[in-house]
C-alpha cells in the first residue's frame, strides 16, 4: 500500500471507516513523516506523540463499536499556533504569549474533533502572523520544502509548508491579509479563504478581538487536493455558539452559470509575465472544462480596499502594537509596524467602516454581474525569503505585490488559491474570488483547473 502520509484526507478517511486501515496507523505514519522531514523545514512547533496515538485509538474505539466517528475519521490534521488547542500555549509567535495555555479548543479545533480528525501538531507562524514569511524568536524560521530560497509564506507559513512535505493531509490556517491564500501559493497547493461567518473562531485565552480581525479575520484549510479542501471546509464550518459571526449558510448554493470573469491586472497591480502565463493558462484549462470565460480589463476598486484594510488590520490600536512589537524585540514584526506607519495614520474607524460599506457594495453589485472572478494571487511569484526585511524598496515592492491578499478580506469574499505549476523550482497558482458564501462555486471551478495538473506533492524538503 502507498505511504498513508501520502494519500488525499478523502481517501484515508474512506479507508479507515471501512477498516481497511487503522487510526493508529495513519497516526503512526503521520508522526514517522513529521519526525523525517520537520527537521528541515521546521513547520511543526509542537506535538506529543503519545496524545497523538490515544486520539488514533479513541477513533478506532468507535469504529469497533460500530459507530461513526465523522468525515474525517482517522486523517491528521496540523493546527496553526494563533488557535486555542487545549493544553497548548496559544503563542502567535510570540515570546510574550509562552505562558497563555488554552483550557479549551478553539471553534474550528473543536470542530476537527468532532469530524473525527486526529490533531497532528501545531504549526509555525510569524509573530502575531504579521507578515508572509514565517519566522520569529520562540519558534524559529520556517522553511519552504519546495526551495529554502522562497518563502513559505504567512503567516500561515509553517501550515503551508507542512502539508506540502507531507506532513498531515490538511492544514488549518487563519487569513486577514492572504495568511492561508499567500502560503497555498508559496508551497504549490492549494487554499481556502472561507466567507466571514462561516468557520466560527473564539479564543479564550486572548483578549477579545477588535473590530478589523472580527469582521475580516477567517480560518480556512490548506490542502492537496481542492476536494480535501472542500471536505475539509465542511468539517470546519459546524456550528458554535461562542462566535457571534458564524452564519448557519448551507454549502452548496442555488444553481449558477459555470461562468469565470478574467482580470489580469486588477487596479494597477501589473503582474510578472509569469503570473500572466498562469492566469491565461487556467482560463484556458476553465474553457476545456466547459467553463464560460470572459476578460474585464479592471475591477471596482482594491488599492483603497488595501490601504483601508491595512488601517483596519494594523491602525487600530497602533501604537499598542507597536509598544509589543518592541518588547518582544522581533525584528520582522517591528519591519512590519514601522513600514505601514504611513498608511495607518490618521486612523478613523468610524470613518473606516463607513468607506468599508461603500466600497463593498460597489464589489458586490460587481459581482451581481460576475459571480466568480478569475485573480491573480499575488503580483509576483512567491518572494525571496525575508524579502520585506532587505530594505524599504523591497518592503514596498511586497505590499504592492500583496494586493489581491489584502483587498479581498475587507469585502469579507470568500478566495481561492489553485496551485497550476513550477516555474523552475518556484510554484505558481491563481485564485478564484466568489460571492460570499459561494466557496462551493470557488471550488467547483478549483477543480476543473486542477485536472490540468498541479506541482507534485506531497514532496521531500529541498535542503
Known amino acids: 500500500m502507498t505511504d498513508l502520509w501520502r494519500l488525499p484526507a478523502a481517501d484515508l478517511a474512506a479507508l479507515i471507516k471501512s477498516k481497511q486501515v487503522s487510526a493508529r496507523e495513519a497516526a503512526t505514519a503521520a508522526l514517522a513523516r513529521l519526525d523525517q522531514v520537520n527537521p528541515a523545514i521546521n513547520a511543526v512547533i509542537d506535538h506529543r506523540p503519545e496524545d497523538v496515538l490515544q486520539q488514533a485509538d479513541t477513533i478506532d474505539a468507535k469504529l469497533a463499536r460500530g459507530e461513526d466517528p465523522g468525515p474525517l475519521a482517522g486523517v491528521p490534521v496540523t493546527i496553526k499556533v494563533n488557535v486555542d488547542q487545549a493544553g497548548f500555549a496559544t503563542t502567535n509567535g510570540l515570546k510574550l504569549q509562552k505562558d497563555a495555555i488554552a483550557s479549551v479548543h478553539n471553534p ?63 492544514g488549518h490556517g487563519t487569513d486577514i491579509a492572504g495568511s492561508v491564500r ?103 484549462r476553465l474553457e476545456a472544462a466547459g467553463w464560460i470565460v470572459e476578460e474585464v480589463q479592471d475591477t471596482p476598486p482594491m ?50 467602516l463607513a468607506r468599508r460599506a461603500a466600497l463593498t457594495r460597489q464589489w458586490l453589485l460587481f459581482m451581481e454581474q460576475h459571480p466568480l472572478l478569475l485573480l491573480p494571487v499575488s503580483g509576483m511569484l512567491p518572494f525571496a525569503d525575508q524579502l520585506d526585511r532587505k530594505d524599504e524598496e523591497s518592503f514596498q515592492q511586497v505590499w504592492h505585490a500583496q494586493l489581491t491578499q489584502i483587498a479581498i478580506p475587507f469585502f469579507g469574499l470568500p478566495g481561492l488559491v489553485v496551485s497550476t505549476g513550477m516555474v523552475g523550482r518556484i510554484p505558481v497558482g491563481v485564485q478564484l474570488v466568489g460571492q460570499r458564501f459561494r466557496e462551493d462555486m470557488c471550488l467547483a471551478a478549483g477543480e476543473a483547473i486542477e485536472a490540468g495538473g498541479t506541482p507534485p506533492s506531497p514532496i521531500d524538503p529541498v535542503v
Request: with cysteine; charged share 15%.
Open 303 to 352: 488599492q483603497e480596499a488595501a490601504l483601508l484594510q491595512t488601517r483596519l488590520w494594523l491602525g487600530d490600536g497602533y501604537e499598542a502594537q507597536l509598544a509589543a512589537a518592541e518588547t518582544e524585540g522581533d525584528p520582522g514584526a517591528l519591519a512590519c509596524l514601522r513600514g505601514v506607519s504611513d498608511k495607518v495614520h490618521p486612523f478613523d474607524l468610524s470613518a473606516t
Open 182 to 284: 499567500y502560503p497555498a501559493y508559496a508551497c504549490g497547493i492549494h487554499g481556502l479563504r472561507p466567507t466571514v461567518g462561516r468557520i466560527p473562531a473564539f479564543n479564550t485565552c486572548l483578549p477579545e478581538r477588535p473590530i478589523g480581525p472580527q469582521i475580516s479575520a477567517v480560518s480556512g484549510p490548506l490542502a492537496r487536493t481542492v476536494n480535501d479542501v472542500r471536505i475539509a471546509l465542511a468539517a470546519m464550518s459546524a456550528r458554535d455558539v461562542r462566535d457571534v459571526w458564524w452564519m448557519p449558510v448551507p454549502l452548496e448554493g442555488p444553481p449558477l452559470p459555470k461562468r469565470v470573469t478574467l482580470c489580469v491586472n486588477p487596479d494597477g497591480l501589473n503582474p510578472v509575465p509569469e503570473v500572466v502565463a498562469a492566469l491565461r493558462d487556467a482560463a484556458k
Open 108 to 170: 474550528v479545533v473543536n470542530n476537527f474533533v468532532k469530524a473525527g480528525a486526529v490533531l497532528l501538531g501545531r504549526t509555525n507562524t510569524p509573530a502575531v502572523s504579521y507578515r508572509w514569511f514565517t519566522s520569529n524568536l520562540i519558534h524559529g524560521h520556517t522553511k519552504n520544502p519546495r526551495d529554502p530560497g522562497i518563502t513559505p509564506g504567512g503567516s500561515s507559513g509553517g501550515a503551508g509548508s507542512a502539508t506540502a512535505a507531507g506532513i498531515g493531509h490538511i
